[in-house]
């Protein structure tokens, strides 16, 4: 897989100047250069840091927001109010001297590009020697969470870039598998099946990978699906929400089994304390609807013979990309 960088700029320029720059999740005591993120290692944030402080993405942009901010060393982007599925990666920490410096940077970076003082060619380089210093995964991984879970044109980009130079690195793959591809390719749905296939046989106990590889395999083969949905949530009750244990059994035609799950993930969206999980148990308490009423009909039978999902194709809450 190639990728041409002729794009980069464009792509960047419109990205950048919305959340100030390109960093990662801090993963382990900063000295001298803060090293946010490495795309060859699953590292864990630092166990001991200074004081840090949980912003919003837009605290976390916010100029005059930060300079209030005393005695902070880490900034955090908050995951208090996050609609949807966890993010499959460690939270977004970084040191705020570092940031602060870092948005300087880049400012300098498109100030001297408008100013004609360095080429289009000359920018574009430095702007991907810096995301590549701290990690094109880490910088499209803050820009997700920037945008609210949404995947811009530039993280698709930057992913991608990180997939065809390692193809084989679990942390590359996972982004892939959430944030890479073309969207608008309808082979892509059947890539991004394999790939996390791929990311299960390298690590059977990850929840997220568990939970997405039910959904790939919940319309063709819900049998399969059932024990990776099933194991998803013994490993992390979070996953029981979601009600794909109970989408599988239906899938399946067990309706009675269907309806025992449902009310299980119900009673779970129900006692959590988010306000984002409603819609999550209204559409599981349709789906258990469903499941009294045996609804068996020839639509549904058609849509199992073609391996396609009967109820909740996409969830009420969507996945990451």
């Keep these: 897989m190639k990728l041409c960088i ?26 001298d250069k803060p090293i946010i993120s490495d795309e060859k290692q699953n590292k864990t944030n630092p166990k001991q840091r200074g004081k840090t ?70 920018y574009e380089a430095k702007i991907l020697q810096i995301l590549r210093e701290y990690g094109l995964v880490a910088y499209a991984q803050l820009g997700i969470e920037l945008n609210g879970g949404s995947v811009r044109r530039t993280d698709r980009y930057l992913v991608n870039l ?44 990850h929840p997220w990978v568990l939970h997405y590889l039910a959904k790939c395999l919940l319309g063709c083969n ?43 993930s119900q009673k779970a969206a129900v006692a959590t304390s988010n306000l984002c999980i409603a819609c999550i148990a209204r559409a599981i308490s349709e789906w ?6 045996r609804v068996n009909s020839d639509l549904f039978d058609s849509y199992r013979k073609a391996g396609k999902p009967i109820l909740g194709p996409d969830l009420p809450m969507p996945l990451r990309h």
């Design 288 to 293: 258990k609807g469903k499941a009294i009423s």
């Design 6 to 31: 002729k794009n980069l700029t464009f792509l960047l320029i419109f990205s950048i100047p919305i959340f100030g720059g390109c960093l990662g999740y801090g993963q382990k005591t900063i000295t």
């Design 162 to 205: 990180a997939y065809a130079e390692d193809p084989d690195d679990f942390n590359i793959l996972l982004m892939w598998v959430v944030a890479g591809g073309d969207s608008y390719d309808p082979t892509y749905g059947i890539e991004r099946t394999a790939a996390t296939r791929r990311l299960y046989e390298m690590n059977p106990d």
């Design 222 to 264: 819900p049998q399969e699906a059932l024990g990776y949905a099933q194991k998803a949530q013994e490993l992390d009750p979070i996953y029981l929400l979601y009600g794909v244990e109970g989408l599988c059994y239906f899938q399946m035609g067990d309706f009675d089994k269907a309806l025992e799950a449902f009310k299980r």
């Design 53 to 122: 402080a949980k912003l919003s993405p837009e605290q976390f942009t916010d100029l005059e927001y930060r300079a209030t901010l005393k005695g902070v060393e880490y900034i955090e982007i908050s995951r208090e109010d996050v609609v949807g599925v966890p993010y499959p990666w460690n939270p977004i920490v970084v040191p705020l001297e570092w940031w602060e410096k870092h948005v300087e940077k880049l400012d300098e970076l498109r100030i001297a590009r408008r100013q004609k003082t360095i080429t289009d060619e000359e």
